[in-house]
């Protein structure tokens, strides 16, 4: 469910919360319920669950994962720290609405992560399929003419971009990248027009990476996210 303005609300589920705390694990010790917190809201955001401006009561947020208030505002306070969430005294929190400024830092810092863990990608096939997977996500979602999830697989083609470094630091710091860039594609009046373009081209890089042609890789990508700053910037000012 995708919320533009106004309040989230959501029956209980637990369930969601165990599942995702098991999945962050993988193999390292259970993480903390507001570490959980912390990364499920990150990953609500990208997966565009949250609209800009869309507030997020305590209450019903504690009572859908059973945790104490106490847990979510901490779980909150981070999410504000990462500039995905604001707090407004006597408002409680919202999502937080992104600007030009913002545009422009985050893809000058996606420009460093993603070409760098393109050149610099190893032939590991598990991380190329998980490539592969995000644009064969898109292509589905596309078929279906569900725009909005072709936006979120092209987040998650991305992600897999900067697997291709092995380093869990810069999965950690692309999650929350974005998480921000998520924000800002609520903006779009045509979802379909930004997105489709680049079903192709993610095609394109992946095919590449796995020929093993990493600098054309490298140089396809760049540009994708040349042209995706002026688009969204363009909407962003509009």
């Not at 507030?55 to 104490?68: G, M, N, Q």
């Not at 990462?82 to 030009?100: A, F, K, M, P, S």
């Not at 991380?127 to 592969?132: E, P, S």
């Amino acid at each position: 469910m995708t919320i533009e303005q106004g309040s989230y609300e959501s029956p209980i589920d637990r369930s969601v919360f165990d599942q995702f705390a098991a999945r962050l694990a993988g193999d390292l010790p259970r993480p903390t319920v507001v570490e959980t917190m912390t990364a499920l809201l990150r990953q609500e955001i990208i997966d565009g669950a949250y609209g800009p401006g869309t507030r997020l009561p305590e209450e019903s947020l504690s009572k859908r994962f059973r945790i104490s208030r106490h847990s979510l505002r901490e779980a909150m306070r981070l999410l504000v720290h990462e500039r995905l969430l604001v707090h407004e005294t006597h408002r409680g929190v919202r999502v937080r609405t992104v600007d030009v400024h913002d545009l422009g830092e985050i893809f000058a810092a996606r420009r460093v992560v993603e070409c760098a863990a393109v050149e610099r990608a190893s032939d590991d096939g598990a991380a190329l399929a998980v490539v592969r997977a995000a644009v064969r996500e898109g292509q589905q979602a596309a078929e279906a003419g569900v725009w909005a999830t072709v936006g979120t697989a092209d987040l998650h083609f991305h992600q897999a971009i900067t697997a291709l470094a092995g380093s869990s630091h810069l999965d950690e710091l692309m999650r929350r990248l974005l998480a921000e860039l998520r924000l800002a594609l609520h903006v779009l009046a045509d979802p379909r027009r930004f997105h489709e373009p680049y079903l192709e081209r993610n095609d394109e890089i992946a095919t590449l990476l796995e020929r093993g042609d990493r600098t054309a890789a490298a140089s396809a990508l760049r540009t994708c996210l040349d042209d995706a700053e002026r688009q969204l910037t363009a909407a962003v000012a509009a």
